[in-house]
């Protein structure tokens, strides 16, 4: 019954292990994705700014 239990432990701490890395690459991607907005937002408005300067 022992070997049992520490071959569910060991799988269960993979599975978590896993779901931690998806959990990063998907806050990463959505950091990345929000910082790429801001920066094409930024670029749009000093864009339009200029021209209503002009």
């Known amino acids: 019954m022992q070997i049992y239990n520490d071959r569910h ?3 269960a701490q993979a ?3 896993e779901m931690d890395a ?3 690459i ?3 991607l959505s950091l990345l994705g ?3 907005f ?3 937002t ?3 408005l000093a864009g ?3 021209d209503l300067m002009a």
């Open 15 to 17: 599975g978590h292990a």
């Open 34 to 36: 929000l910082a790429a």
């Open 9 to 11: 432990h060991a799988r």
């Open 26 to 28: 998907g806050l990463g």
């Open 42 to 44: 930024a670029f749009f």
């Open 48 to 50: 339009f700014i200029s």
């Open 38 to 40: 801001g920066a094409y």
């Open 22 to 24: 998806v959990a990063w």
